[in-house]
């Protein structure tokens, strides 16, 4: 079985800009949750899908945001980039939306804004 | 609040020696915990979880981890440790059933191993 895949794995991006991260989850993963991992603040919840539903949201600002579509792939989308938005964004999937269900990762996309 | 703390930022092991990562959380109800290990320009994959039952839990590539409530703590054990573990180690605890499948990660843990 196919893990889950990121796209792209590398990005550079100039202030200001927005940008766009893909991600596929496991064949037959329903849920799809999205992490920023820095040096200096570990990892942060971003948000969690499910159906195509948000469930929950971390404390990020209001330039994060994501969705879902039908087959369960996952976009997020930062809008008006900061330096401070560097970072490497870990998508994971879950086949189920309860906390008892084990989080799957892909490799991440590694974003650099300069 | 809940929260999740690792001691220790770097240990470096012999290898062939044995490994205990600390992790100590904090959370209201029974905890869902876990620890994942991400090796170099890699995503996270899971070593092991406890929900109930047996303290005690077995993951892969030969670790283990005790939950002991009185503690608060979820510590991951190895008895003998290879070149091939060094990574970073993180200790997680998930939320309510209201939280989904959110985990509230620690730190992390760099494990060098030394020949």
């Known amino acids: 079985k196919a893990g889950v895949t990121q796209t792209p794995r590398y990005l550079i991006k100039t202030r200001g800009q927005q940008v766009t991260l893909s991600c596929s989850p496991i064949?037959?993963?329903?849920?799809v949750s999205w992490y920023q991992q820095t040096p200096g603040q570990g990892l942060q919840f971003l948000f969690e899908?499910?159906?195509?539903?948000?469930?929950n949201k971390g404390n990020f600002p209001g330039r994060f945001s994501g969705r879902q579509f039908s087959n369960s792939r996952s976009e997020m989308n930062v809008s008006t980039l900061e330096l401070g938005d560097s970072a490497l964004y870990l998508c994971?999937?879950?086949?189920?939306?309860?906390?008892?269900?084990?989080?799957?990762f892909g490799n991440g996309t590694r974003l650099t804004v300069t | 609040a809940q929260s999740v703390t690792q001691p220790d930022i770097h240990i470096t092991v012999s290898e062939g020696a044995s490994l205990e990562l600390r992790c100590n959380y904090s959370?209201?109800?029974?905890?869902?915990l876990f620890w994942y290990v991400q090796s170099p320009g890699q995503g996270l994959q899971l070593l092991l979880k406890y929900f109930s039952g047996d303290t005690l839990v077995q993951g892969i590539k030969g670790f283990e981890a005790e939950f002991k409530r009185s503690q608060s703590s979820f510590n991951l054990r190895k008895p003998s440790v290879h070149w091939s573990d060094a990574a970073e180690y993180f200790c997680?605890?998930?939320?309510?059933?209201?939280?989904?499948?959110?985990?509230?990660f620690g730190k992390g843990t760099t494990l060098s191993v030394s020949s």
């Open positions: 064949s037959g993963h329903r849920s």
């Open positions: 959370y209201g109800a029974t905890p869902y």
């Open positions: 994971a999937s879950s086949p189920g939306q309860g906390r008892n269900s084990p989080l799957h």
């Open positions: 997680a605890v998930g939320g309510n059933n209201q939280a989904g499948t959110a985990l509230i």
């Open positions: 899908y499910f159906s195509e539903t948000q469930r």
